[in-house]
Structures are given as C-alpha cells and as structure tokens.
C-alpha cells in the first residue's frame, strides 16, 4: 500500500479527560464547520495517527478552564506543539486551527504529485485490460469504493467519510491506498457517481513529474469536445483547448507554443487522458519545415503558367530564341 500526506481536509483528535471532550468537540464542530466555507477543512477522529491530537497544557491544574496544546504531525514523522490559550473562546480555537492548518500545509507538494502518478499509473494499467474488472479504491486498509474502470465511474462504501475528490485525496495521501482487482459487489456501496472529477485532480497534480507513457507518442491529439472540467482552472486552459481540438498538435507541439508552464501542460494532458477526453488513435504529426519563399517564376507556372512553360521549353530544345 501507497502512504503519502499532503493536504486537507485535516483530522483532529480530542484527547482529553470525558468531562471536558465532549464539550470540546461540541465546540470544534462549530468552528470548523465556520472554517470549511472559508476553504479550511477539517473532521474529527479519535484515530491514533489523526494529524492534530489536542490535549491539555501541562499537568490539568488550571481548574476548569485549561489551557490546551495541539500535537500537529508532520509528513516526515516531526511534531509540532502549539499552544491555545482561551480556547473556550470560539475565536482563539479559530485562530489556532488557522496557524495549524498553515504548518500542515507546509508538506512538501512532491508528495501530491508522486502520488497523483502512481495512481493514474496503476488506474490505466488496470483500465487497459481487454475485460476490465471492479476495482477496490482501498485506503488506510479499508475498502471505501468500488471503481468502474469501463464506465469511469464509482460506488462509495457507505462507511465511507472521504466523498469529494478533494477528501479522497487527502485522506490517500495521510492513510496510503492501493486499486486492486475485485469481485462484483464486493462492497456495500450507494448509487455510482462518476468518478471523472477525481481523476481530473489527479491528473491536474501528476504534471509536476511530467506526462504519462501514452502522451509522450508522436501522434496528434484531438479532444472529442469541450472538457467540462477545465472550467475555472489555469487561465492558459482555454488556448490548449482551442489547439487541442483542432487535432494538429500533440504534447511536444503544446510544449514548443510556451502557453503555460510545463508542468500545467503535462497536467492538463494527463487530466484530459484519465478522463477519456481524447479521440482514440491519432494521426501522425509530421514535422515539416516552413515554405521556402516563393518566385515570380514559380508562382506564374504554380498559378496556371504551365502551357507557357512547355512552349517554353520545346524552343530551348530546338534553338530558338524567344520571340
């Protein structure tokens, strides 16, 4: 199983005596629900490994009202201390859930990427069979939804927290995950959904390293459409759309017109890969050297000057001048 950390939404564990967790936690779930329309997100867990255990500062003899200290746990195994003062106060609990959230995303973003690759990776490997089967979306060694490879769709577990791409992929890269074959039905899951959204993040994130085997051919590539997704991304989305569709470029081409950074093109090309946004096949992209400039001569023959020419040439043949 794959294990990597990034970003949120980040888990908080309560680890304080009964009479004061629950009282704590009722107050945590309003103010991270305040934070989640601010772009912060955040859930509660009572998992040992949880990025944020808060705990009381120093030995409980503050009376009724502690101090509290948050543990914040690093991608690289290193512990963060910050101390809360007040935190019955609703807004210095924001304010330390902000300096929080801010050293966790302190992570390094390679470790976003890598793991964006490596599941596109595998999710293509397992895509390519001739008959594709279900697959297990495991994560932190439970299975919390079943892939169609065929219709690019999933069922999640309905014991599953992580629903939108942005949970998912968090929760993958703080617990590891792995796509493994599976049996019909091997999970009790709700209706499908359409699992485009996630691979269009993943593929988004995975350009850091490049672009994926199939993108790297000389063969042109030409999107069936408008990819709905691009909506609201890089500013540079529009241009590659326009000179994806026309079916003449492929990512070499892309690359050469310097219409974003590489990394945002080889995104762009792998989110649109995942998601089935290409005609399949392509047409071979040749290389061909700008015109050379054109004569006088030669546009009079090009422009229909041939049976001039051939007179012309029967007099050289016989030794006669012009007339």
């Known amino acids: ?55 009381i500062l120093g030995d409980g003899s503050q009376g009724i009202s ?21 935190p019955w106060r609703t807004g210095a609990m924001a304010s330390a859930l902000v300096r929080i959230a801010d050293l966790l995303r302190a992570r390094p973003a390679q470790e976003k990427s890598t793991m964006a690759l490596q599941w596109l990776q595998r999710w293509c490997e397992l895509r ?3 008959s594709p089967p279900p697959v297990e ?8 939804a079943l892939l169609n490879a065929r219709h690019a769709s ?5 014991r599953s927290k992580a629903t939108t791409p942005e949970q998912l992929i968090a929760a993958m890269l703080r617990d590891g995950w792995s796509l493994n074959p599976s049996p019909v039905a091997a999970v009790p899951a709700a209706a499908a959904v359409s699992l485009k959204p996630l691979l269009w993040q993943l593929g988004l994130q995975s350009g850091t390293l490049g672009a994926l085997p199939a993108l790297r051919s000389p063969n042109a590539l030409r999107l069936k459409g408008w990819p ?33 950074p ?11 890969l995942a998601c089935e946004f290409f005609h399949e096949g392509g047409v071979a992209v040749a290389a061909t050297p700008p015109p050379e ?8 023959v090009a422009g229909g000057g041939d049976e001039q020419a051939i007179i012309s040439a029967i007099r050289r043949t016989l030794g006669m001048g012009r007339p």
Not at 6 to 34: C, N, W
Not at 154 to 158: H, K, V
Not at 235 to 258: C, D, V, W
């Open 1 to 55: 199983m794959m294990k990597m950390h990034d970003a949120a939404p980040f888990s908080i564990a309560v680890a304080l005596p009964t009479y004061l967790k629950s009282l704590v936690e009722r107050m945590l779930q309003g103010v991270l629900h305040e934070q989640q329309a601010q772009g912060l997100q955040w859930y509660l867990s009572d998992t040992a490994n949880a990025d944020v255990t808060v705990r």
């Open 66 to 86: 502690p101090n509290l200290l948050a543990e914040v746990r690093r991608s690289d195994g290193t512990v963060d201390m910050v101390t809360i003062e007040g």
């Open 128 to 130: 390519a069979q001739a």
């Open 137 to 144: 979306l495991n994560i932190g060694g439970s299975v919390v």
């Open 154 to 158: 999933m069922q999640l577990a309905e």
């Open 228 to 260: 709905y997704l691009a909506a609201g991304g890089h500013k540079s989305f529009a241009e590659l759309i326009k000179h994806l569709r026309s079916g003449g470029n492929n990512r070499a081409t892309l690359q050469t017109l310097a219409l974003a």
């Open 262 to 272: 590489r990394a945002v093109v080889d995104g762009f090309l792998n989110a649109c």
């Open 293 to 300: 400039p054109t004569t006088a001569r030669t546009a009079s």
